[in-house]
């Protein structure tokens, strides 16, 4: 496993406040501190860069001028940065669905999934610098609005700049975009294709083809691997056991946890834990085969 990680007590991840749901800090979780589960989404902003970031088990250096968005649940980890980055965090739910055109904050499918390099670098800082400075003043109804009228025009900025997946566009991308959306509710209670089959309204092979058209895994690999992630975020950000982060994805048996996850990441649950307390070389393997 990479330096970045090493097993240290959690630190408190930034959460913004109530009354408007919008927040500013240096960083949503201090840096050098152990991986942490985010329950707000995080803008980070590398000022004076490089930052180098850990978001769900992938490493991302960040040069000056790139913008990190990191989701509600993910896990990440900052190693120093020298100098501070500016990080904007706002609730989940802020925005709805169709509220912003070409952006819905929530959804599977938005803009900066990946480290995303500025193209004007100084409009991006003087927008995090005004939104930083009004979260600072004083709370109440003008502020809250002027907050989520800063947040939209930012979160329309982003999308600019990084266009919507043309797949969208298409029969297979809309199936399985419906499909991960549903997956996101469902996975720590079933890990059926039917299912999500059914309730989508199709069959499995049209859900299987989307997802072999999207992303060249089948739609039980999909299910798997999206339970294999959060595994890896509870075992890896948590201090639940072995059998509670198995329980909470609905395995009946520690046993049965157990072998699921070694088939997915060549680890035993405590093996992938372990791994966050030294510094050997290594990391989370890839995923099988689709013919496995």
């Known amino acids: 496993m990479s330096a970045l990680i090493q097993y240290t007590e959690p630190a408190p991840a930034a959460r913004p406040p109530d009354w408007s749901g919008i927040g500013s800090s240096i960083l949503p979780v201090a ?102 400075a009004d979260t600072a003043g004083p709370s109440g109804s003008v502020t809250a609005a002027l907050l989520r009228h800063q947040l939209a025009a930012l979160l329309l900025r982003i999308r600019a700049i990084d266009p919507a997946d043309e797949t969208l566009d298409h029969v297979e991308g809309r199936t399985f975009e419906r499909f991960r959306i549903r997956l996101e509710e469902g996975y720590p209670h079933t890990r059926r294709v039917e299912d999500y089959a059914s309730e989508l309204g199709c069959s499995v092979r049209t859900l299987t083809r989307a997802s072999l058209a999207l992303t060249g895994r089948t739609a039980k690999q999909v299910v798997d691997d999206r339970v294999a992630l959060q595994a890896r975020r509870l075992l890896a950000a948590t201090a639940l056991s072995v059998a509670e982060v198995g329980r909470i994805l609905g395995f009946g048996e520690p046993t049965n946890f157990g072998r699921f996850f070694h088939r997915e990441t060549g680890l035993s649950p405590g093996q992938f834990r372990g791994r966050y307390g030294d510094d050997r070389p290594g990391g989370i393997p890839a995923p099988r085969d689709p013919s496995d």
């Open 31 to 132: 840096a050098g501190a152990t991986t942490d589960l985010l329950n707000c989404h995080a803008l980070v902003l590398s000022t004076g860069g490089p930052l180098l970031t850990e978001i769900d088990f992938d490493e991302h250096p960040a040069a000056a001028g790139t913008l990190l968005w990191v989701r509600p649940g993910q896990a990440v980890r900052f190693a120093e940065a020298p100098d501070d980055p500016v990080t904007i965090v706002f609730r989940p739910g802020l925005f709805g669905p169709g509220e912003l055109p070409g952006v819905n904050p929530d959804a599977p499918a938005g803009p900066a999934r990946t480290p995303l390099a500025l193209p004007d670098p100084e409009v991006f800082r003087t927008a995090f610098a005004h939104l930083a």
